[in-house]
């Protein structure tokens, strides 16, 4: 495609102010975190550091149990995902394709799902968890998670399901494959960069949630690692040196994964049809 | 026929009854909670029907929060789309570096709320903070600025760290949009010699406004109950300047330990945004119609 | 022979009864001391004792601050509560009213006999005929600033109002803000406006019948008085907690904050020059007395278990004892001082480098913390709409309502007892 010079300058403008936008407080925070104390905290910032330190790393690595929360945080995200998807492909598939009394109505149900203060759930949640021993363990989370992007993933893979070629399917039909099969044999793989995205979507939902697993986690080999990171935060005192590094560590996995299957997340949602 | 509804059921069956037991249920309970007078969890309360309902209308907080949850959304609804609609036309093009720019754009929703909000909360601080000494140098004001000192800055500060954080998600529903208009009907439009402001105005916008309805209406259901950025950075300061209805419930709950109180402002909330909701999706169904 | 084996039958049938009675009782504490450095230092704590004490198992879940007001209520009505819980003065009432608390008098007179309390700090934690929490550390606001910096402008430590006024705006130069004063709806502002109060003759805030009389003239007074000092502070004092006082002062960027202490950060992210470092009383509206305001922290004793509770006893005993007890208390060096006699000769206490280092000044934080008040536990004039009115910081709106909406502080009083009043409801 040609652009006119107006246009590829008015481009340039826009890809930098967004490399700023999103680079510049990066930046700040990881160049932050081998700054020396006095460095962060001095009245004129530097843009580019004066001085190196790895204090901060020894200092979270040493006290506080990173690792495990890591690994807790891994396991939520992605036990969070398998489910989600376990329960959203199925559902997104009969409200795409199959015809049911009450099928409109349940469909917008689901969205509604949305419709109120998350926090509203969360003391009746707390009491139903300690009624099944589920207080304090990570499956309680996953369930939480699970349920806040179960509506929104079902939703997309509705409109993922819309944009398969008809002929495809009904094909398919024709020869006289049963309607599971055809999900499992032709609409799955077609959708699989869909699927996908609404994988990541359920995974970063997971991976970011705060609120329900500050409350109904107790013990510290538990946490995940959003509580585990506001728990370095300390009452009197802040400690920004130590808060940048624990940030840093916070950002760098899910960095890590999405380096590895990020594009198979931004084709998915561009290839699928979203309407 | 019998046969599919039987399937149609066995497939749809476990996530409603999933959806049902962990938040309808609780909701349920949640009304309950609103039609009696527990002050903390785990204490008894008596049965006093609609008095919180009448207690909570009758309190100015409570508009002022529900007003708060406005401006709240809209702020962030027209922020977020400008920013998203900005990023999704860019990455619609091709550059060289496009595929990096595709996947990266994600990074700051990635990030866990909570570390985004101790990142922003350094950078706009008067002590070691980056953002005020820019400001400075670059000569647009001449002493630091408290961004969280007054309810106006605050909120506008707030919104847009919470599009700062959400942004790149919308823009990717958008791009995902766009992809799909055929580049066919760019190449007649050039043909006919339209310039770039009239493919958008006539191709690209008319188009991409069904994705955008849709958009909207699920982003304002979800930026509505944002609550954990708000709380973490002002806790709903100053002087209640972004006490939006989430806030207001949380600190009804938990800090003046009005359990039942809270559970009807909740309640209240949800009626609000189900009304919407059920406007907003006859309102797209309507457009899908034509 | 036959007796024999009836001896080993029954033996072998008292073996599990034997174990059982061996079997350590289990106790959980938890405290909201989350970093990692306060958290390792407890736990050698409890190894220790674990150790001593064969027969009880203590373990540690540190929490946080901001989440405990939801998670203990909700975790103890699940049964899922720990046997130990640190506290504040405002979060005691919350589970006393939720019944899950029963009064420790006897074992804290059996404790003050031994190590002597400073009665400020019971004195949180007794209203209606108990005491509901056994004091562990004290923390006392101060007026801190570097020496070098005051004498370079040629003052002296203020220690009456209108002295500290003038040094603020003195040393209010070059882009430094003269006074970092908060101005948060947060529990700092509380503390550090009722400070004001306590030393401007606003010590009481209610009556001896229960009645408020936060609305007098001498709470408008406090409240002008600090409105206009933190004109002196930075932009961002308005979203201040601890941790932005500290780190202006670190910075230089405040010449004086009020603060429980800044010895920590001063010594690691400033120039932690301990001969430079200076610490005051607050200064007081006459120069009478200097008050402040003393803000204990306690534990409540949770288990309704006979055993769980006595192994806690012990535990916290352990904790008193003035061996261990320095050792406890500098797990933030600098900040927490002790509640006993005993531990503020402690020589575990006085070992500590850091402690060493800034001997002179923790001496005065020592000494200021004597005459410590805390708003609605003086006088024993208690009520328990005190938690509510903390709880929600209506101490600290009241300022915001002059701060950031532009109220006269008499206006904003009176709207303050207004709004005191609805939350005791």
Redesign the interface.
């Known amino acids: 495609?040609n652009?006119?010079l107006g246009?590829n300058a008015a481009?340039v403008a826009?890809?930098a102010f967004?490399v700023v936008?999103?680079g510049l407080?990066?930046w700040?925070?990881v160049s932050?975190s081998f700054k020396i104390p006095q460095e962060?905290?001095?009245?004129?910032?530097t843009m580019i550091p004066q001085s190196f330190t790895l204090q901060h790393y020894q200092k979270l690595f040493e006290a506080s149990d990173y690792p495990v929360y890591l690994v807790n945080s891994l396991i939520v995200a992605a036990s969070s995902t398998v489910l989600t998807l376990?329960?959203?492909i199925?559902?997104a598939?009969?409200?795409f394709r199959?015809?049911?009394?009450g099928?409109g109505i349940?469909y917008?149900t689901?969205?509604?799902?949305?419709?109120?203060?998350?926090?509203?759930?969360l003391?009746?949640?707390?009491?139903?968890f300690a009624k099944v021993g589920l207080v304090d363990r990570l499956p309680a989370l996953v369930?939480?998670n699970?349920?806040f992007a179960?509506?929104?993933s079902?939703?997309m893979l509705r409109s993922f399901l819309a944009?398969v070629p008809k002929e495809i399917e009904e094909a398919a039909v024709m020869d006289g494959a049963p309607?599971?099969t055809i999900l499992r044999r032709i609409m799955i793989p077609l959708i699989a960069p869909g699927i996908a995205s609404v994988g990541i979507y359920a995974f970063?939902t997971a991976?970011?949630e705060?609120?329900f697993a500050s409350v109904l986690i107790l013990s510290d080999a538990k946490r995940t690692?959003?509580?585990g990171?506001?728990g370095i935060?300390g009452q009197y005192q802040i400690d920004?040196g130590l808060?940048?590094a624990?940030?840093t560590v916070?950002?760098v996995p899910?960095?890590a994964i999405?380096a590895l299957i990020?594009?198979g997340?931004?084709s998915g949602?561009?290839?699928?049809?979203?309407? | 026929m019998q046969q599919?509804?039987a399937?149609?059921?066995?497939?749809?069956a476990?996530?409603?009854l999933?959806?049902a037991?962990?938040?309808g249920?609780?909701?349920v309970?949640?009304v309950q909670?609103s039609l009696q007078d527990v002050?903390?969890?785990?204490?008894p309360g008596a049965f006093v029907g609609l008095d919180n309902y009448s207690r909570v209308l009758s309190n100015p907080s409570f508009w002022n929060a529900a007003w708060l949850s406005v401006v709240w959304v809209v702020a962030n609804a027209v922020l977020q789309t400008v920013l998203a609609l900005?990023?999704a036309l860019?990455l619609n093009?091709?550059?060289p570096g496009v595929?990096v720019?595709?996947?990266?754009?994600?990074?700051?929703?990635?990030?866990?709320?909570?570390?985004v909000v101790?990142?922003?909360r350094?950078?706009?601080?008067?002590?070691?903070?980056?953002i005020n000494?820019l400001l400075i140098q670059a000569g647009i004001v001449e002493?630091?600025?408290?961004?969280?000192?007054?309810?106006w800055t605050?909120m506008a500060t707030l919104v847009f760290i919470n599009s700062?954080r959400w942004f790149?998600f919308i823009a990717?529903?958008m791009?995902?949009?766009l992809?799909?208009i055929p580049d066919d009907l760019y190449e007649a439009a050039r043909i006919d010699g339209a310039n770039?402001w009239q493919r958008f105005r006539r191709i690209t916008w008319p188009l991409l406004a069904?994705?955008l309805g849709?958009l909207a209406v699920?982003g304002t259901?979800?930026s509505?109950?944002v609550?954990?950025i708000i709380w973490?950075?002002?806790?709903?300061?100053?002087?209640g300047?972004s006490r939006t209805?989430?806030v207001l419930?949380?600190?009804t709950?938990?800090?003046?330990?009005r359990?039942s109180e809270a559970?009807t402002v909740?309640?209240l909330?949800?009626l609000l945004?189900?009304a919407?909701?059920?406007v907003a999706?006859r309102a797209l169904d309507r457009g899908d119609d034509r | 022979m036959k007796s024999i084996l009836k001896l080993a039958l029954a033996t072998t049938m008292l073996m599990p009864v034997a174990a059982l009675a061996q079997e350590p009782v289990e106790v959980t504490l938890w405290h909201m001391e989350q970093p990692p450095h306060r958290v390792a230092r407890v736990q050698e704590l409890i190894d220790a004792f674990n150790a001593a004490n064969p027969d009880i198992v203590v373990k540690q879940e540190p929490q946080n601050w901001?989440e405990v007001?939801?998670k203990a209520?909700?975790a103890?009505?699940a049964g899922q509560g720990p046997d130990m819980l640190f506290a504040i003065p405002d979060f005691t009432p919350?589970l006393k009213?939720?019944g899950a608390l029963t009064s420790v008098e006897d074992f804290v007179k059996e404790l003050d006999a031994k190590h002597d309390f400073v009665d400020s700090t019971v004195e949180a934690y007794s209203y209606d005929g108990g005491v509901w929490a056994v004091p562990l550390y004290n923390m006392a606001m101060n007026l801190w600033y570097r020496k070098s910096v005051l004498e370079e402008a040629g003052i002296e430590a203020p220690t009456t109002w209108e002295e500290w006024r003038a040094a603020a705006e003195k040393l209010s130069v070059d882009?430094v803000s003269g006074m970092g004063l908060p101005?948060?709806?947060?529990l700092y502002t509380d503390q550090t406006v009722y400070s004001v109060m306590v030393n401007g003759g606003a010590t009481e805030i209610y009556n001896e019948d229960g009645t408020l009389r936060f609305d007098n003239p001498e709470t408008v007074g406090a409240y002008e008085f600090y409105a206009d000092l933190n004109t002196f502070s930075?932009?961002?004092?308005?979203?201040w907690t601890w941790g932005?006082a500290e780190?202006?002062f670190?910075?230089k960027?405040c010449a004086m904050v009020m603060q429980f202490s800044v010895i920590a950060t001063y010594d690691t992210q400033a120039e932690g020059d301990a001969a430079d470092l200076g610490v005051a009383a607050i200064p007081s509206k006459d120069g009478g007395e200097h008050n402040t305001i003393s803000y204990a922290n306690a534990v409540m004793l949770l288990s309704k278990d006979e055993a769980k509770m006595e192994a806690s006893k012990k535990f916290v005993s352990f904790l008193l004892e003035p061996e261990n007890y320095g050792r406890f208390l500098n797990m933030e060096p600098g900040l927490f001082m002790p509640v006993t006699a005993d531990g503020a000769e402690a020589e575990t206490f006085w070992a500590d480098p850091m402690v060493e280092k800034y001997r002179e000044q923790i001496e005065t934080v020592i000494d200021n913390a004597q005459n410590g008040r805390l708003f609605g536990f003086t006088s024993g004039r208690t009520f328990p709409s005190i938690?509510?009115i903390s709880?929600?910081n209506i101490i600290a709106?009241t300022l915001?309502?002059i701060v950031?909406?532009g109220q006269s502080a008499a206006e904003a009083v009176t709207a303050g007892q207004a709004r005191m009043q609805e939350?005791a409801q």
């Open positions: 495609m652009r006119s246009l481009l826009v890809v967004f936008l999103v407080p990066f700040w925070v932050g962060i905290i001095a009245r004129s910032p376990l329960l959203a199925p559902a598939y009969a409200f199959l015809v049911f009394p099928r349940l917008r689901i969205l509604l799902a949305y419709a109120f203060p998350s926090i509203v759930v003391i009746p949640l707390f009491g139903l369930i939480v699970v349920a179960l509506p929104f079902i939703w944009g309607t599971l970063v991976w970011t705060y609120v690692l959003p509580v990171f506001s935060i920004w808060l940048l624990g940030a916070a950002i899910v960095v999405f990020g594009r997340f931004v949602l561009t290839e699928g049809a979203v309407k | 599919t509804r399937l149609a059921f066995v497939l749809v476990p996530a409603l999933f959806l037991a962990t938040l249920w609780p909701l309970q949640a909670l002050r903390v969890i785990g204490a900005a990023v860019v093009e091709k550059f595929r720019a595709r996947t990266w754009v994600i990074l700051t929703w990635i990030v866990p709320t909570v570390v101790v990142i922003w350094w950078l706009f601080s008067t002590s070691g903070g980056m000494p002493r630091p600025v408290g961004f969280f000192a007054t309810p605050a700062w790149p990717l529903m791009l995902a949009g992809t799909r770039a069904p994705t849709v699920i259901l979800l509505f109950n609550f954990d973490l950075l002002t806790s709903g300061g100053p002087a300047g209805l989430p419930i949380y600190e709950a938990f800090k003046g330990y359990l559970a909740s309640v909330a949800t945004l189900m919407f909701a059920v999706t | 901001g007001y939801a209520p909700a103890l009505a919350i009213d939720i882009g101005a948060n709806k947060q930075p932009a961002d004092s308005t979203s932005e780190a202006c670190s910075s960027a938690a509510a709880a929600q709106e915001q309502s950031v909406s939350v």
